[in-house]
């Protein structure tokens, strides 16, 4: 549909989470050969032994799904953040559709650009890391300031704007709502127009919601993990941590794997809501009605 239609506000998340999905799928595929590296263990045989990837730059793999998943995360909220901006233009402001289409550019410049400069920086500061869980390369795994800079910051701040501008938007719908009621004109395309935002406003931001929250309980509580996994190292039989001796038991938090799930799911659930927003355009249905039409024309002609 972006390549018949064109990216817009309405179709750059969904095409967004194509992507992000394409990470998670790339970790599945290969494993833990992606956030894993191999080296010796200098304290013992000198064996080879699997550790999660921290700043690591001889791994293209991991940074393409670094790119995959961070970058088109960032950008699925820019675009989440535009689109409740052209609401806002077209109600509040009555600016027309050829008007917001003029500034389509500049649109275009924040969603990539922004996501762009933040993923290099990144990359030139190594804050890249492996999170074994999901087998993917993201940011802030191991390092709370990383999380806290490139990930939660930015996250809450395209949150707190998107949601500035929904708001504005809904209260000048309703403005003009009210408006048409009092002139006695009809106002049923208006209404189903708020009712389809109103659902994919909520089908977004409760995800959204979600996902900041769990960045920031990882934040806040992984010092907590950390020094609980320090005093059972110490506490338990001498070696227990080692590489050859760890068994891998060792739980410092009992809710620890399903907040991760809870949390891997809200990055990925929202394509949903953007795929159906995608999916229940008529403008999506339209033109893909025309391509029909022209394509069966065209085999007419050709029989």
């Not at 799904?65 to 950008?75: D, E, G, T």
């Not at 933040?118 to 993201?138: E, H, P, R, V």
């Not at 950390?226 to 001498?238: A, F, N």
């Amino acid at each position: 549909t972006n390549l018949l239609i064109g990216i817009n506000a309405e179709y750059g998340g969904a095409l967004c989470y194509l992507f992000i999905s394409g990470g998670f799928i790339l970790g599945f595929g290969f494993n833990e050969d992606i956030v894993c590296a191999d080296t010796k263990d200098q304290s013992k045989t000198n064996a080879n032994v699997s550790v999660v990837r921290q700043g690591d730059e001889h791994a293209p793999l991991c940074f393409i799904q670094l790119f995959l998943v961070y970058y088109f995360l960032l950008a699925s909220f820019l675009w989440w953040v535009i689109l409740n901006l052209t609401w806002f233009l077209a109600a509040g402001l009555k600016w027309g559709h050829e008007a917001i289409a003029l500034k389509a550019k500049y649109f275009h410049v924040v969603a990539w650009v922004v996501p762009a400069i933040l993923f290099t920086i990144i990359c030139s500061t190594k804050a890249i890391d492996g999170d074994f869980q999901a087998n993917i390369c993201f940011v802030g795994s191991f390092d709370n300031a990383a999380l806290q800079f490139y990930v939660i910051g930015p996250l809450i701040l395209f949150y707190v704007v998107g949601m500035t501008f929904l708001g504005l938007g809904m209260v000048s719908m309703c403005s003009v709502r009210h408006e048409l009621h009092t002139t006695g004109k009809k106002t049923d395309k208006l209404e189903t127009l708020m009712i389809r935002i109103g659902m994919f406003s909520v089908l977004y931001s409760i995800p959204a919601t979600i996902l900041i929250s769990c960045f920031l309980y990882e934040r806040f509580q992984r010092s907590k993990w950390e020094v609980g996994y320090v005093s059972y190292c110490l506490s338990e039989r001498p070696g227990a941590c080692d590489a050859e001796q760890y068994s891998g038991d060792f739980v410092a938090d009992p809710t620890q794997l399903t907040f991760n799930l809870i949390k891997y799911l809200m990055m990925l659930v929202t394509g949903l809501s953007t795929g159906f927003w995608v999916l229940l355009s008529f403008k999506t249905v339209s033109n893909w009605v025309k391509l029909l039409k022209c394509r069966s024309k065209t085999s007419e002609t050709a029989v």
